[in-house]
């Protein structure tokens, strides 16, 4: 069973910076590419992919966040991580961690998180001005 547990999250001012991490355990893909990543959700809002990053070592990040934000792993440690920097109000939400996998190696936690099927409790990020 794929477990995920998130950590990290707090309440901060506009400008600030956050880390995000997420352990990983109990994941396994039936296909050779699998990518681990990000979504949030603020309250009223639709998910939204925010970064991942692919077993072929591919980062992919949302608009809203690129040059800010930057994804990593520790494949020894089985953690991911989201370094959050400059954070703005807009990116108040709970963030959740996910995994996704495919035959055709496109991950789909960025472009389209709403029919995801493995992710965490979240942990909440609250930015305030």
């Known amino acids: 069973e794929v477990q995920f547990v998130e950590s990290g999250g707090g309440s901060v001012r506009t400008g600030e910076s956050l880390r995000l991490s997420c352990v990983v355990s109990g994941y396994t893909s039936s296909y050779g590419y699998y990518c681990m990543g990000w979504f949030r959700r603020a309250p009223g809002k639709e998910r939204e992919g925010v970064a991942a990053i692919g077993s072929d070592g591919r980062m992919i990040y949302a608009d809203s966040v690129k040059g800010r934000f930057t994804i990593s792993q520790d494949n020894a440690k089985n953690t991911l991580y989201l370094e959050m920097n400059n954070l703005k109000p807009e990116d108040t939400a709970m963030y959740y961690c996910?995994?996704?996998?495919?035959?055709?190696?496109?991950?789909?936690?960025?472009?389209?998180?709403?029919?995801?099927?493995?992710w965490g409790q979240g942990t909440q990020v609250t930015v305030s001005s």
């Open positions: 996910a995994a996704d996998q495919s035959k055709s190696g496109d991950c789909y936690i960025v472009s389209a998180p709403n029919g995801l099927l493995n």
